[in-house]
């Protein structure tokens, strides 16, 4: 019943909406897909473990979506300071017979309960982000499980109960840990000290778990049996649901989440937004997704000459850099859940053209944001988007596309977890300061920098697809993995290996040690003096199709994978 009430709610919601961006001018569709892919499908993840969940799925006859909750159960049990059940997630979803693209939208909302002025004390300042993340008030209604029976009830093909057992099976037998999680369960993190977080990752012995240890949850076990045998109400109503309000109203800022609130979750199913790019449509989630940031700064590359220059080029970095700051600049004043963000004005060529020729072979000062058409005015923004996220893209035998960014915000989300999962603190995401179109207020989606990616050639036929986890940082390293593959000609394994570089305001954060000496001292003469970033590192998994074979790729900062299987034909 609950996946029903989904569907049709979501399907009276995408009726009424009005495109989010002009119509794309296309040739007619051409052939198919070449053959030598017709028999193959793909995944990459962020886990091994995550990726052979997807892959047995495949196997048994099952499509991209149906192999997407197996690979999302999965990633929340073995990467939880990621992604989980008790977050959100935004999925682009392409569909080989239609060539159409459409995005479900998991994201989660705010209680009913909650203001704007929540996360400011007594005398009106911003609190701690420590204090906030481990609040009760941190977390909004988790949106994943949501999202993920919507869109396997409109597309998958197996039953959804057969698409956990990888997850409880692993939950139950136990996995190992490694290195990537061990530093978070250990690492200078507020959540890291959260009584949740403690618990659960015991050694027994007075200590934590390290690498290589085997680690069990029988709680998730548990959960994960009734969420297939259920649907999502497993999670949404009753016990679980129950269980989830106690946690949040326990501690001294308890949160405002109800039954209610949790019973009356929504997915949204909307139409994605798609750009051109030199030979290719990029198609990406609409606001509140940051994809039109993405599209935007692409677009401006568009006019830079950073495609001949290549990636041995320090001009071509700081040309890239000024390009982000100017697309940072615009996002953080424009995009949020709110009804007049000027989609259109900020990818009208014009505007896109005129902001483009700011970009120099030098940096200036930090960037204002821009006037596009149809923008009302730009927005002061205090929203500090700490990243705790993955991504993984999933191509089955028949060409159908999965392109997911999932996450619980920070590092184990609020550290408080349920019936052996961690719930969000997506509420952080929100502005602090209750001014901007990312203001708290009941129902709304915080913005997000989440912007999975599917890419088409010009007749709609599927090209790639990619993402990456990171917050702020997301449209950086998509980006340069774009003009990596795109712009550089460069295998995708070895674009997504290029430096990151994150320039937004006055800081150029990024892989300083990952730049050659002579072309970072070129760069700071040039007034992009790259520092260590802080927080997460880039997770970009993705796949190009070339000449019928697919050329993957899984980001070698993180433990993950991807793989390329020949699937049997019954």
Request: hydrophobic share 45%.
């Amino acid at each position: 019943m609950m996946r029903r009430r989904l569907v049709l709610l979501a399907a009276g919601l995408l009726a009424a909406c009005a495109p989010v961006a002009p119509p794309q001018t296309v040739a007619p569709p051409a052939a198919s897909a070449p053959s030598s892919a017709d028999e193959q499908a793909f995944v990459a993840a962020a886990h091994p473990l995550a990726v052979e969940a997807g892959l047995d799925v495949l196997r048994r006859g099952g499509n991209a979506v149906d192999a997407a909750v197996a690979v999302q159960a999965m990633l929340g049990l073995v990467e939880p300071q990621s992604s989980g059940l008790g977050g959100g997630a935004f999925m682009v979803y392409y569909d080989a017979a239609t060539r159409g693209v459409t995005v479900y939208d998991g994201r989660e909302t705010a209680p009913a309960g909650a203001t704007p002025d929540m996360f400011l004390d007594a005398d009106g300042n911003p609190l701690p982000f420590r204090t906030a993340v481990l609040s009760g008030r941190a977390t909004g209604v988790p949106g994943a499980v949501a999202m993920l029976a919507l869109a396997q009830h409109d597309r998958g093909k197996l039953a959804w109960r057969d698409l956990f057992g990888s997850a409880e099976r692993t939950a139950r037998e136990g996995f190992t840990v490694t290195a990537r999680l061990e530093r978070f369960v250990h690492g200078p993190y507020p959540q890291a000290s959260a009584p949740d977080v403690v618990r659960y990752f015991s050694d027994g012995h007075g200590g934590k778990v390290r690498a290589g240890d085997t680690l069990r949850n029988p709680a998730y076990a548990a959960f994960v049996q009734r969420l297939a045998a259920e649907g999502a109400d497993a999670l949404y109503r009753g016990a679980t649901a129950a269980r989830i309000v106690a946690r949040l109203h326990e501690g001294a800022l308890p949160g405002s989440m109800t039954a209610a609130d949790l019973a009356g979750y929504r997915p949204v199913v909307r139409q994605a937004l798609c750009n051109g790019y030199r030979v290719y449509l990029l198609c990406a989630p609409p606001p509140p997704s940051s994809g039109v940031g993405l599209l935007q700064l692409m677009a401006m590359i568009e006019h830079s000459d950073i495609a001949a220059r290549g990636p041995d080029d320090a001009v071509a970095w700081v040309e890239y850099a000024e390009a982000s700051r100017l697309m940072y600049a615009d996002r953080d004043a424009y995009v949020g859940d709110v009804p007049n963000v000027p989609v259109k004005g900020l990818l009208d060529p014009a505007y896109v053209a005129a902001r483009a020729a700011l970009i120099k072979d030098r940096a200036g000062p930090p960037p204002s944001a821009g006037t596009p058409p149809g923008a009302i005015v730009a927005a002061a923004d205090a929203t500090d988007e700490v990243p705790g996220t993955s991504h993984f893209v999933i191509i089955d035998g028949d060409g159908n596309a999965v392109s997911m960014t999932t996450t619980v915000e920070s590092y184990f989300g609020s550290g408080r977890m349920v019936d052996g999962f961690f719930l969000n603190n997506q509420m952080t995401d929100f502005s602090f300061v209750p001014t901007g179109p990312n203001a708290i207020a009941p129902g709304k989606r915080p913005r997000s920098s989440m912007t999975p990616l599917v890419i088409l050639h010009r007749d709609r036929s599927l090209a790639g697809a990619i993402g990456s986890p990171g917050g702020n940082a997301i449209l950086a390293y998509v980006s340069k993995a774009l003009i990596g593959v795109i712009d550089w000609g460069l295998p995708l394994q070895k674009a997504v290996a290029l430096p990151n570089l994150v320039a937004r305001g006055a800081t150029f954060a990024g892989e300083e040690s990952r730049f050659p000496p002579a072309m970072r001292a070129e760069m700071a003469r040039r007034g992009v003096e790259v520092r260590a970033g802080s927080g997460e590192d880039s997770g970009l998994h993705g796949v190009m199709i070339r000449d019928g074979r697919f050329d993957g790729a899984a980001d070698p900062r993180r433990d993950g994978v991807a793989r390329t299987i020949t699937l049997e034909r019954k």
